[in-house]
């Protein structure tokens, strides 16, 4: 897409017009493939990894390396969809994460459709559409290769196990969001 096209969006949700874009505006500029806006989350995870100026928004330059980030991830999402439904279930997200080098047991690929399909809610989890959009999408396998690069830094052998007290785990997990 050309600046000019891009300009266009980030200004069209620039609500106070400071050349600035939050999660928030972010989240009304990027849509799943069913039109329906990204996750408040994911928006905020894009905001925290391309704010380079760390002051909460982004720029109009900060905006285009994240709309070619969306583009690339467009890209890995469809040829993960193979059944061209929009979404993401979790023979899918499997072959996706193992095709990215993770070798995630089909009951944590479970879990991860369950916490991250937003078609459902917490007090009924189960009545999710048991898929993930393509926001939740990016969410999921930036959250997977952030929690691993986490561990890699306590699994000193690199024999998949590690031991760290409560402090370390907490730290562990709060610092990867």
Sequence with gaps: ????????????????????ITAEELQIALKNTDYSTFNTETCRLLVNM????????ISFEEFR?????????????????????????SAELGRALYNFGYNISPRLINIL?????????????????????????????????KLTEAFRKFDTDSDGWIQIDYENFIELVLGNK
Excluded: P
Excluded at 10 to 20: E, I, K, T
């Design 1 to 20: 897409m050309d600046d000019q096209k891009l300009w266009t969006i980030f200004a069209s949700v620039d609500a106070d017009r400071n050349q600035q």
């Design 65 to 89: 390396h994240l709309f070619k980030y969306i583009i690339d991830w467009e890209g890995c999402f469809q040829s993960f969809d193979t059944d061209r439904n929009g979404t993401i279930d």
């Design 113 to 145: 459709i369950l916490r991250f399909d937003t078609k459902g809610n917490t007090a009924t989890i189960m009545q999710g559409s048991g898929t993930i959009t393509f926001s939740n999408f990016i969410q999921v396998c930036v959250t997977v290769k």
């Design 50 to 57: 391309f704010d380079r100026d760390h002051n909460g928004t």
